[in-house]
């Protein structure tokens, strides 16, 4: 046994996060963790890495009893943590997030040969990143790996891994994967955390399910299957919809030759062409960094274009701002719910409001107003917290996104842009989304899907473009292709 923790509690504000929760992991073993957004298996796992302190429990290590009061203290030990929410500096370079964690100035004496070392892996793992790019001008995608890659570089013995196959393609998947059985046929332990009940499936040897910050059952994947485990996460049986064929009607946007640069003045965006109607779902699939979080920039009016035309309803929005974009009933669902969709310090009632002026009465905030909106958000959508004075921090990522869904579906959208609407969710939280989306399509409202879930592209849209090193390759009928099609198109396999 490599890994013991014993009745682990942790209470947050009067909640219990974790209560009395039992794990135990084997050398050599990969275990997942399943359950829904606020379960309890992040606070479980940052317990481990010693972000958090219990309240009461007990963790053994290698068979000793150890306290784990810092996340140096867990890397002294062997054990290395990928965070759903990544913890890089975003000013800093790649090489500079790696050799940060050293806290050694004698490291910094040494990059030449720090360099070559990390230079090795990434061409060993075929991680592709540039290690003197500063991390804020790379995608969520290309950040993930970056995570991934250094704790690699610090040889933890036990790899906890929060959702990190999000952003990678089936290929990268795959492969991943394969580095993931080689660790453990060196000794390595991973627990796995995701969502995704097929690789739970076919990657994990044991699992254990949490609901409601306790511990349901931990079974051998051998003995399960993924509709049991679905059950034991939300007590009841979930069913993910497929959109039905709609009534489409008339285009509602048409980009044409559209081009853009990125965060560095290269060119990202190159001669894009699209088209979307009233009722139709038109999914963008592609590898994170060839140019979808530039292209949904662009229509939301958060990146200038530096050539061509968008035009809704007739009207050519091109390069308006964000709050112009928006006076035109276009909702904006964000990649990055925390720094972009939300503002975390403030309240759920302030981050319910934003973009909306109907709630300021001269240049003051009508608050019983506020409150009266927030309140039937959370009513509306189960959003679970404490109420509309509680901070955004406070909610889990899935009651997060469902705020900000909440709050853009509010305005009656005629288009919708949603990006990366499930990463990182539970299957719950990820039922409830996709029938929001049919739903709104199901009214006339066009939109625009951006997912490296290829499943949830296939299942939600009427129209798949594949976007490779800023353009669209090729765009079909979804219901004319498969995930091995899109998967080597990704890949720039035509």
């Known amino acids: 046994m490599l890994l013991e923790m014993k009745n682990i509690t942790k209470h947050f504000s009067g909640i219990k996060a974790n209560d009395g929760i039992d794990l135990c992991l084997r050398k050599g073993e990969i275990h997942s963790l399943l359950g829904e957004n606020g379960a309890g298996k992040t606070t479980l796992m940052n317990i481990l890495y010693g972000l958090y302190e219990p309240d009461q429990g007990e963790i053994y290590f290698k068979e000793k009893p150890v306290k784990i009061k810092s996340p140096k203290e867990a890397i002294k030990l062997g054990i290395g943590m990928v965070h759903q929410h990544f913890m890089l500096i975003p000013a800093f370079s790649v090489l500079e997030n790696i050799v940060l964690g050293s806290c050694s100035f004698l490291s910094f004496l040494k990059l030449k040969e720090i360099r070559k070392k990390i230079q090795d892996m990434i061409n060993i793992y075929g991680f592709e990143v540039e290690l003197d790019v500063p991390v804020w001008q790379l995608s969520v995608g290309e950040q993930q790996r970056i995570e991934i890659l250094k704790t690699l570089y610090y040889g933890a013995q036990l790899l906890i891994l929060d ?54 059952e931990t079974i051998y994947t051998s003995k399960t299957n993924e509709f049991e485990l679905a059950r034991l996460m939300v007590g009841r049986g979930i069913t993910l919809e497929s959109k039905k064929p709609s009534s489409i009607g008339n285009t509602v946007i048409e980009v044409k030759n559209l081009y853009a640069l990125d965060d560095r003045n290269l060119n990202i965006l190159k001669d894009i062409n699209l088209k979307i109607r009233e009722g139709e779902i038109f999914g963008i699939a592609g590898v994170d960094g060839n140019g979808q979080k530039e292209l949904a920039e662009v229509i939301t009016g958060m990146r200038k274009a530096t050539g061509g035309k968008i035009i809704i309803n007739n009207l050519n929005v ?139 592209i296939l299942m939600l849209s009427d129209t798949v473009g594949v976007i490779y090193k800023g353009q669209i390759i090729d765009q079909f009928p979804a219901k004319e292709t498969s995930v091995e099609r899109i998967g080597l198109l990704m890949a720039g396999v035509m």
């Open 163 to 216: 959702e990190p196959t999000a952003v990678l393609t089936p290929k990268e998947t795959e492969d991943f994967f394969l580095i993931i059985k080689s660790l453990v046929h060196k000794g390595h332990s991973i627990i796995f955390i995701t969502h995704k009940l097929k690789e739970v499936m076919s990657i994990s040897h044991r699992v254990t399910v949490l609901r409601g910050g306790k511990k349901i």
């Open 318 to 456: 091109t390069n308006l701002n964000p709050g112009e974009i928006s006076m035109k009933r276009v909702a904006h669902i964000p990649e990055d719910r925390k720094n972009t969709g939300a503002i975390m310090n403030f309240t759920i009632g302030e981050n319910a409001i934003l973009g909306h002026p109907d709630f300021f009465k001269d240049f003051f905030l009508n608050y019983t107003k506020v409150k009266e909106f927030s309140d039937s958000l959370i009513k509306n959508y189960a959003i679970k917290t404490a109420g509309s004075n509680s901070p955004a921090w406070s909610l889990s990522g899935g009651n997060l996104q469902k705020l900000i869904i909440g709050r853009e579906l509010s305005e009656k959208p005629l288009f919708i842009v949603a990006v990366h609407p499930t990463r990182g969710l539970d299957l719950g939280a990820i039922e409830y989304i996709h029938k929001m989306l049919i739903k709104e399509c199901e009214k006339g409202v066009a939109i625009l899907l951006i997912s490296t879930d290829l499943n949830e």
